[in-house]
């Protein structure tokens, strides 16, 4: 199982209900509520330890209108593939500049407490560009011999949005700061 979602500074002030009203109008629904997977234990304790406030994303299938974050993940390599932007990707790319100035995409499967994490900082603007370079979130492993990639869903993507153009030559370390 897959978990996808959004941290704020427990600093800034965020309404999750707002966010979560915006977010159905997307077909994604967000939720203060992490759901159960091998994920909890790391969100919660990044969450923790970065003083974030959480809320999970989800897509709905309109076969049988369940959501779920898996639905995202198809509809980000959809996207690498088809150029067709999916519903999350509208969402954060329209409401995210109402957002604070800093924010958070989390996206993770197997995540213990501890574990280390890829970390990716950039601007609302650059997002799309990063999941049309990447196909989703997961790490892309080439096996040679194969001669195929396979997703390798074992390290938690971070990414760290700003809404502001981001300067990439004086990077600003926002989550050391946090401590």
Known sequence: MECIGIGFKRTDTVHPEIIQEK?????????????????????????????????????FDEETRKASSRIISSQLTAFHDTGEEPGFLRFIRNEGAAFPGTFYLIFACDWNQGDPVRLEKMSL???????????????????Y???RFFPQLGVPLIIELTTKPFNHFHQQIELSSCN
């Open 23 to 59: 977010a159905g109008a997307y077909d994604l629904l967000a939720s203060k509520n992490l759901s159960q997977g091998h994920f909890r234990e790391g969100i919660t304790d990044f969450c923790e330890h970065f003083k974030l406030d959480f809320l999970q994303l989800a897509a």
């Open 125 to 143: 603007q650059e997002l799309n560009g990063y999941f049309t370079r990447n196909n989703s979130w997961y790490l892309w492993i080439f096996n």
């Open 145 to 147: 011999s194969a001669r």
